[in-house]
T-cell receptor
Framework: GNSVTQMEGPVTLSEEAFLTINCTYT??????LFWYVQYPGEGLQLLLK?????DKGSNKGFEATYRKETTSFHLEKGSVQVSDSAVYFC????????????FGKGTHLIIQP | DTAVSQTPKYLVTQMGNDKSIKCEQN?????MYWYKQDSKKFLKIMFS???????INETVPNRFSPKSPDKAHLNLHINSLELGDSAVYFC????????????FGPGTRLTVL
C-alpha cells in the first residue's frame, strides 16, 4: 500500500534559519505529491504540489522537488519567519480514482524570534 | 467567500448520542471527502464521494453514515457516539478523481464525554 514518512517534530528554528523537512513515500503507481500546512486552530491549506518526477513545486518561499529515484519530496525554505510556525503535512495521491490523500504524520515547526 | 465550510466548528456531546456534521462546498467540485484527525494530528481518509455516489469507505464503523444530498454537500452522521470518536473531522473537495489537490474545510472538533 501507499505510505508517507516525514521527520518527527517538533522542529525548532530561529528566525531566518534554513529549513528542511524530509519526506519520503511509497506508492504503487505514479503519485502526485503535496505539502499542506495547518496553522493553529485552522484547516489544511495546500502549500505546494508536484505531479511528476523532477517537477518543483514552490509557494511563499517554500520549495520541494519530486525525486523519483529517491522517492522523496523534501520541503525547503531559505529563511523562515515566525509566521511559518505551523504543522506541515506531506501527502500523496496515487492514481485517478476518488482515493483520499495519504498523509504523513505531520511535522510541527516552531520558529523563535 | 468560503470555499469549503463545515458546521458546527465545535461539538461536545455525551457517549451514546447521535450527531451530524454538515459540509458544503461552493467550488463546483465533483468529489468530496471526510477525514479524521486524531489527537496526534494524524489524518486518515474515511469516505469519498464522486457525484453523490460513495466511492471509498475506509474500514469506518457503520455507526458513521455519510449522506450526499447533492454534489455541493456531504454530511456525516454518527450514531451511538463513543469516546474514541473524539477527533477533528475535516471535509474536503476536489475537482475530479484525477491527482488534483484537495481543498479542506476548517474542521469540526468533536468531543465525546
Amino acid at each position: 500500500g501507499n505510505s508517507v514518512t516525514q521527520m518527527e517534530g517538533p522542529v525548532t528554528l530561529s528566525e531566518e534559519a534554513f529549513l528542511t523537512i524530509n519526506c519520503t513515500y511509497t506508492a504503487t503507481g505514479y503519485p502526485s505529491l503535496f505539502w499542506y500546512v495547518q496553522y493553529p486552530g485552522e484547516g489544511l491549506q495546500l502549500l505546494l504540489k508536484a505531479t511528476k518526477a523532477d517537477d518543483k513545486g514552490s509557494n511563499k518561499g517554500f520549495e520541494a522537488t519530486y525525486r523519483k529515484e529517491t522517492t522523496s519530496f523534501h520541503l525547503e525554505k531559505g529563511s523562515v519567519q515566525v509566521s511559518d510556525s505551523a504543522v506541515y503535512f506531506c501527502a500523496l495521491k496515487d492514481g485517478g480514482g476518488a482515493d483520499g490523500l495519504t498523509f504523513g504524520k505531520g511535522t510541527h515547526l516552531i520558529i523563535q524570534p | 467567500d468560503t470555499a469549503v465550510s463545515q458546521t458546527p466548528k465545535y461539538l461536545v456531546t455525551q457517549m451514546g448520542n447521535d450527531k451530524s456534521i454538515k459540509c458544503e462546498q461552493n467550488l463546483g467540485h465533483d468529489t468530496m471527502y471526510w477525514y479524521k484527525q486524531d489527537s496526534k494530528k494524524f489524518l486518515k481518509i474515511m469516505f469519498s464521494y464522486n457525484n453523490k455516489e460513495l466511492i471509498i469507505n475506509e474500514t469506518v464503523p457503520n455507526r458513521f453514515s455519510p449522506k450526499s444530498p447533492d454534489k455541493a454537500h456531504l454530511n456525516l452522521h454518527i450514531n451511538s457516539l463513543e469516546l474514541g470518536d473524539s477527533a477533528v473531522y475535516f471535509c474536503a473537495s476536489s475537482p475530479g478523481t484525477a491527482n488534483n489537490e484537495q481543498f479542506f474545510g476548517p474542521g469540526t472538533r468533536l468531543t465525546v464525554l
